[in-house]
């Protein structure tokens, strides 16, 4: 079974412009989640997705955004680059979500992001 | 809101010594716990996690780790380091009901000399 695909690896933008990630998560899973790990900061909780929906948001500006399609696929944006937002984001699949769920997130390589 | 604690940013061992990372926990139910190591430029990968049962939790590569409700603590361990285990451990928790959002500490770089 193929893993979690996150695209592009690797990115440079400038200042102000906007990028977009994608993230396919393994076949069957249905929750999609975003993490932002910075040296400074550590790893960070971005948003949760399950079924076309946001079920979780992390304490970051509105700047961040993302979204799921129906076969689960996910993609975050960052509009208006600012060089904090230089990072790796990682996205995260999982089955399924719930109070019973116990299962483990799978990661991604991950997209890393330079902001120049 | 929970935390995670993870005492000592690097920590360094000779190769076949024992590894100890130490994790603590701030969560007034018992939550469920990850450990997850990330490699040069790489996911992140679980080693082990506690969900409920058994306290001493096993998982891959030879490491395991204890549940200590009393002590609120869940530390990592390995009986004899290899150098293949140099790396960054990261220690996580998340709270039931919570969904799928795990909050992690800040990490433990690992460095095994020979």
């Known amino acids: 079974k193929a893993g979690v695909t996150q695209t592009p690896r690797y990115l440079i933008k400038t200042r102000g412009q906007q990028v977009t990630l994608s993230c396919s998560p393994i076949?069957?899973?249905?929750?999609v989640s975003w993490y932002q790990q910075t040296p400074g900061q550590g790893l960070q909780f971005l948003f949760e997705y399950f079924s076309e929906t946001q079920r979780n948001k992390g304490n970051f500006p509105g700047r961040f955004s993302g979204r799921q399609f129906s076969n689960s696929r996910s993609e975050m944006n960052v509009s208006t680059l600012e060089l904090g937002d230089s990072a790796l984001y990682l996205c995260?699949?999982?089955?399924?979500?719930?109070?019973?769920?116990?299962?483990?997130?799978?990661f991604g390589e991950g997209s890393r992001l330079t902001v120049l | 809101a929970q935390s995670v604690t993870q005492l000592g940013s690097h920590v360094s061992v000779s190769e076949g010594a024992l590894v100890l990372l130490r994790c603590n926990y701030s969560s007034s139910v018992p939550p469920y716990l990850f450990w997850y190591v990330q490699y040069p430029n790489q996911g992140l990968q679980l080693l082990l996690k506690?969900?409920?049962?058994?306290?001493l939790v096993k998982g891959i590569n030879g490491f395991e780790a204890e549940f200590k409700k009393s002590e609120t603590s869940f530390h990592l361990t390995k009986p004899s380091a290899h150098m293949s285990d140099a790396a960054e451990y990261f220690c996580?928790?998340?709270?039931?009901?919570?969904?799928?959002?795990?909050?992690f500490g800040t990490g433990t770089q690992l460095k095994v000399e020979l």
């Open positions: 996580a928790v998340r709270r039931t009901g919570g969904g799928n959002k795990l909050t």
């Open positions: 995260a699949s999982s089955e399924t979500r719930g109070r019973s769920n116990t299962g483990e997130l799978f």
């Open positions: 506690y969900t409920t049962g058994a306290t």
């Open positions: 076949s069957g899973h249905r929750s």
